[in-house]
């Protein structure tokens, strides 16, 4: 299959019609809930992040529409609305399940400040970004079976959706860019590495903030404990990088991927691999989905 030229017309249709093809019908509500026994039930409970969560995918909701009313281009309109409407649901699948489940967090106050472009550009990163780590603590969740195959199998169609979310918008960004004439690649990495960096900070300040009540949230605790338990960094690495491979897989093969996570985690890993087995200490870290 030949690869359209980044910046083309033939290219913004790629990934524009791609992510609404495989756009999936359904509400949450009507999906195959499994009946869990307590214990898968205290074990949700035990995550720390539902809160933050939520209000994260609600703020999304938001902030796209937002900006998919700024644009010209009806094509990238529709796919951007489209993805809005879908962290929306996210919002309203994690409410449902907490519901269902009996599970009560804090409600987060939702802001209501203005959009700029430059917020969706930050929140595509930042996406990139969390999405390796929810592959891999859904990957660990998976192998370790911690839940019923019902409830893991609605948690892998949620990153699936946010594999998407990760790969329309890096093609968008790198055809919006292509338009503007920044086309150089060093110029690009910069560009790029700037903002993961201003990402991370951006969900380490969402982080707090959503964790004004009760506590500040403790992403080590509780649930991802569940997950965590006995893995190393090396281990980590290794499973959220099969994992995201494989959702990649299913995605249209001339459409670009995010890079820098998955090349910078290998070059952590293969750092990982140098160091002799005993320097290498089980240590947990956070697995987060947005
Ligand atoms: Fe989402
Ligand atoms: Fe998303």
New binding site residues.
């Given amino acids: 299959m030949r690869k359209p030229r980044i910046g083309s017309l033939e290219h913004r249709d790629l990934f524009c019609r791609t992510f609404i093809e495989t756009h999936r019908v359904f509400e949450p509500e009507n999906l195959p809930w499994p009946r869990l026994e307590a214990r898968y039930v205290e074990l949700l409970r035990a995550f720390p992040f539902w809160s933050f969560a939520r209000s994260m995918?609600q703020e999304?909701d938001r902030m796209i529409a937002t900006f998919a009313k700024t644009l010209t281009d009806p094509v990238i309109r529709e796919a951007v609305e489209l993805q809005g409407y879908?962290?929306g649901r996210?919002g309203r699948l994690l409410n449902h399940m907490l519901e269902r489940y009996e599970i009560d967090v804090p409600d987060v106050p939702l802001t209501n400040l203005p959009v700029t472009r430059e917020d969706f550009v930050v929140f595509g990163f930042s996406e990139c970004l969390d999405s390796v780590v929810g592959f891999g603590g859904f990957a660990l969740a998976r192998e370790k079976q911690i839940f019923p195959k019902g409830l893991l199998d609605i948690f892998e169609h949620i990153l699936f959706e946010?594999a998407r979310h990760i790969v329309f918008f890096i093609n968008w960004w790198r055809y919006e860019e292509e338009l503007a004439g920044r086309t150089n690649p060093v110029a690009r990495l910069l560009a790029t590495l700037q903002y993961h960096v201003r990402a991370g900070m951006h969900q380490a300040q969402g982080a707090q903030g959503a964790a004004v009540v009760p506590a500040p949230i403790d992403l080590t605790g509780g649930g991802s404990q569940a997950i965590l338990e006995g893995v190393s960094p090396k281990m980590f690495l290794e499973v959220a990088l099969a994992e995201e491979r494989a959702m990649m897989s299913r995605i249209d093969p001339r459409l670009l991927r995010p890079r820098l996570v998955p090349v910078l985690a290998t070059v952590a890993l293969l750092g990982l691999r140098l160091l002799p087995p005993r320097a290498e200490t089980p240590k947990r870290s956070l697995a987060v989905a947005?």
Avoid: G, I, T, V
Wanted: overall charge negative.
């Fill in positions: 995918e999304a879908e962290e996210h946010e947005s």
